[in-house]
């Protein structure tokens, strides 16, 4: 194999995480390819402070691979599937989705062992609109602050004593070696995961077959049919991670149950709808699960947030 793959990536360290483990499949599976990491810097990195629906949300982790793709800078670029926007610049795609690592939403704490545990009052760690929606319907006694920035920054805060607990994606603390600080791995049914959330997803040029064959055996079918229906739904409600949507599909043999839910952010309501579908209609089943939600008043309930000023 002569020609070179570069890399894409951001320089968080579970950005370097994925993109080094798309390093070493793209070698395992092509021995003698050559590839390398281009890191970068992205907007979402520079603006660690402000709340994420707030600085135009969708695609701000993406947007400079994006560019670095379509300048030829490099070959591919590798996402967390939560953070890639519907829509792709003309002349690139998503071409591979890759096997999706524990998708759930974990508690990390200190001093308690679980949710449940925690006493009223107890100031918990989040920016995800979706996950303090979720928190709240349950426990309204807990106080949730604000916390951003990539994993080791926030376990650091943690220990630093800011927050009695916090909450992360299960996935990125086991990719960077913090498993053993996860005290509950939250149930989907108490915190309905964000779509994609666990899987890392790879963009390159429409054009270049020649890496689209050198990405087919990382692709994970399993993984990709569950993924676009949750992407599905997103892309019908005009959302993404940032938002109060969460989204789940699991298989059953070859059947996809998807689950969709949209929150007010103080928790005051909860609106479910889920549908089950063969698979190959993975993307009608989103907007069916969207549509269903958009019934119950899920737009009025965006809508005030997409407009609300200051706090998330
Ligand atoms: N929005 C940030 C982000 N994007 C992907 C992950 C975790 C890894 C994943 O979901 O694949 C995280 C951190 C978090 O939510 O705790």
Same mark, same amino acid.
């Given at each position: 194999?002569?020609?070179?793959? #570069?890399?894409?990536?951001?320089?968080?360290?579970?950005? %370097?995480?994925?993109?080094?483990?798309?390093?070493?499949?793209?070698?395992?599976?092509?021995? !003698?390819?050559k590839v390398s990491?281009?890191?970068?810097?992205?907007?979402?990195?520079?603006?660690?402070? +402000?709340?994420?629906?707030?600085?135009?949300?969708?695609?701000?982790?993406?947007?400079?691979?994006?560019?670095?793709? =379509? /300048?030829? /800078?490099?070959?591919?670029?590798?996402?967390?599937?939560?953070?890639v926007p519907m829509?792709?610049?003309?002349?690139?795609?998503?071409?591979?989705?890759?096997?999706?690592?524990?998708?759930?939403?974990?508690?990390?704490?200190?001093?308690?062992?679980?949710?449940?545990?925690?006493?009223?009052?107890?100031?918990?760690?989040?920016?995800?609109?979706?996950?303090?929606?979720?928190?709240?319907?349950?426990?309204?006694? =807990?106080?949730?602050?604000? %916390?951003?920035?990539?994993?080791?920054?926030?376990?650091?805060?943690?220990?630093?004593?800011?927050?009695?607990?916090?909450? %992360? +994606?299960?996935?990125?603390?086991?990719?960077?070696?913090?498993?053993?600080?996860? #005290?509950?791995?939250?149930?989907?049914?108490?915190?309905?995961?964000?779509?994609?959330?666990?899987?890392? !997803?790879? &963009?390159?040029?429409? +054009?270049?077959? /020649?890496?689209?064959?050198?990405?087919?055996?990382?692709?994970?079918?399993?993984?990709?049919?569950?993924?676009?229906?949750?992407?599905?739904?997103?892309?019908?409600?005009?959302?993404?991670?940032?938002?109060?949507?969460?989204?789940?599909?699991?298989?059953?043999?070859? &059947?996809?149950?998807?689950?969709?839910?949209?929150?007010?952010?103080?928790?005051?309501?909860?609106?479910?709808?889920?549908?089950?579908?063969? #698979?190959?209609?993975? &993307?009608?089943? !989103?907007?069916?699960?969207?549509?269903?939600?958009?019934?119950?008043?899920?737009?009025?309930?965006?809508? +005030?947030?997409?407009? /609300?000023?200051?706090?998330?």
């Amino acid at each position: 194999m002569s020609r070179e793959i #570069r890399i894409a990536t951001r320089k968080s360290a579970l950005a %370097l995480w994925q993109a080094e483990y798309v390093k070493a499949r793209l070698e395992q599976a092509h021995p !003698g390819l050559k590839v390398s990491l281009v890191p970068m810097v992205s907007r979402g990195d520079k603006l660690l402070d +402000a709340p994420l629906a707030k600085i135009g949300g969708k695609g701000l982790f993406v947007k400079e691979l994006e560019t670095a793709l =379509l /300048e030829n /800078e490099a070959d591919i670029a590798v996402h967390s599937m939560k953070d890639v926007p519907m829509e792709f610049p003309e002349g690139l795609g998503l071409y591979c989705i890759c096997e999706r690592e524990d998708p759930r939403d974990a508690f990390v704490s200190n001093t308690y062992e679980s949710l449940d545990a925690l006493p009223a009052g107890s100031v918990v760690g989040t920016s995800s609109l979706r996950r303090q929606a979720q928190l709240l319907a349950r426990r309204p006694d =807990l106080k949730i602050q604000f %916390l951003r920035g990539n994993v080791n920054t926030r376990l650091a805060k943690l220990d630093a004593g800011e927050y009695d607990a916090i909450i %992360l +994606a299960a996935a990125g603390l086991i990719r960077l070696g913090f498993e053993q600080r996860i #005290r509950t791995f939250i149930s989907a049914e108490d915190s309905l995961p964000a779509g994609g959330q666990g899987a890392v !997803g790879i &963009e390159c040029r429409s +054009a270049d077959a /020649e890496v689209h064959a050198l990405l087919a055996p990382l692709h994970h079918i399993d993984t990709a049919d569950r993924v676009n229906a949750e992407r599905a739904l997103n892309k019908h409600l005009n959302g993404g991670c940032q938002v109060p949507i969460a989204c789940y599909a699991l298989l059953e043999d070859d &059947e996809l149950w998807l689950r969709g839910l949209v929150g007010q952010p103080d928790g005051g309501e909860l609106l479910r709808a889920e549908a089950r579908a063969p #698979r190959a209609q993975a &993307e009608a089943l !989103g907007v069916q699960v969207a549509e269903a939600l958009l019934a119950q008043g899920a737009d009025r309930i965006l809508r +005030a947030v997409y407009g /609300e000023e200051g706090h998330p």
